[in-house]
């Protein structure tokens, strides 16, 4: 068995480094496994060390460090025959969380590399492959805008969201978006619409509760534009996922969905910010083959 690791030194503010003598210890007795640690050196890297590594033949490939990590690596093997793996060592970790709902997201090496492999969907926005959830609007500006309070000594995770929610309601602002799904089309203001295979984002924001990774479907939660008191309102409910029971609030189930602005629209995918006008956004039904870690 071939065992890929790409490790992303600065995710998690470096916590990531300690995995490399963990993994150099769990396979010093292990002839018979070959494994090679590979270290990102720029944003984008991760996609390019993954997919050399896995041109050719097949094992498994990990991605060490948070979210965005893991959407570089997923982008770099999404057609290989590789499984991938994760150790979550970032600021959020929020697919773990999906993933492994009843386990803590610092495991071992050998919970991650002894793991069970299975198949789960994935999507695509545009040309880019996420697994977990994609979002245009409010909350991928906070999502931006987290990186100015995580650079402040002991803000990690959700403390560093949560101010940058602060932040982002001071400038708020209403999205006009147009949007085709599920044979029907529609054009209203918009606080946020997140797109989601996963349940979790933002640091444990419960956007889709009831999502499913292997239902070959996405859950669009579309959040119509509202008064600031309102927003407050939503966010604690978005947090323990009770937010559907506002009226501002729809979560529906489609295999794709089409959106159109004619304002710039912030995107945020597995935590990689860019910027949109035009997304065409689809499930992929059975296309990873991800490692589940084994309970210890």
């Known amino acids: 068995m071939r065992h890929i690791f790409i490790v992303n030194p600065v995710a998690g503010k470096g916590k990531t480094l300690s995995v490399i003598p963990e993994i150099k210890e769990y396979f010093k007795d292990k002839p018979e496994e070959s494994y090679e640690i590979l270290i990102?050196?720029?944003?984008?890297?991760?996609?390019?060390?993954?997919?050399?590594?896995?041109?050719?033949?097949?094992?498994?490939?990990?991605?060490?460090?948070?979210?965005?990590?893991?959407?570089?690596?997923?982008?770099?093997?999404?057609?290989?025959?590789?499984?991938?793996?994760?150790?979550?060592?970032?600021?959020?970790?929020?697919?773990?969380?999906?993933?492994?709902?009843?386990?803590?997201?610092?495991?071992?090496?050998?919970?991650?590399?002894?793991?069970?492999?299975?198949?789960?969907?994935?999507?695509?926005?545009?040309?880019?492959?996420?697994?977990?959830?994609?979002?245009?609007?409010?909350?991928?500006?906070?999502?931006?805008?987290?990186?100015?309070?995580?650079?402040?000594p002991l803000v990690k995770g959700s403390l560093s969201y949560l101010f940058s929610l602060f932040y982002t309601l001071v400038n708020m602002k209403p999205y006009t978006i147009r949007y085709k799904m599920n044979d029907m089309q529609d054009s209203s203001n918009y606080l946020l619409i997140a797109f989601c295979n996963g349940k979790y984002y933002g640091g444990g924001f419960l956007p889709a509760p009831k999502a499913d990774l292997s239902d070959g479907l996405l859950d669009i939660c579309r959040v119509k534009h509202t008064k600031r008191r309102v927003i407050f309102k939503c966010f604690p409910k978005l947090r323990d996922g009770t937010h559907d029971t506002l009226d501002v609030v729809t979560i529906e189930k489609t295999k794709s969905i089409h959106i159109q602005s004619e304002q710039e629209l912030c995107l945020n995918i597995d935590g990689e910010i860019s910027k949109t006008k035009d997304l065409q956004i689809e499930i992929i039904p059975e296309t990873v083959k991800i490692l589940v870690p084994k309970t210890l």
Do not use: W
Request: hydrophobic content about 35%; aromatic content about 8%.
């Open 40 to 152: 990102t050196e720029r944003k984008g890297h991760g996609t390019e060390l993954a997919r050399k590594a896995t041109a050719s033949g097949n094992g498994r490939i990990y991605s060490v460090g948070g979210d965005g990590t893991l959407n570089e690596v997923l982008n770099g093997m999404i057609h290989s025959d590789y499984c991938l793996g994760l150790f979550a060592k970032g600021s959020g970790n929020d697919f773990i969380r999906t993933l492994c709902p009843n386990q803590k997201p610092d495991m071992s090496v050998e919970q991650i590399v002894q793991g069970t492999p299975k198949i789960i969907d994935c999507a695509k926005a545009n040309d880019t492959y996420f697994i977990n959830v994609a979002s245009v609007g409010f909350d991928a500006e906070v999502a931006d805008n987290t990186k100015i309070f995580k650079k402040i």
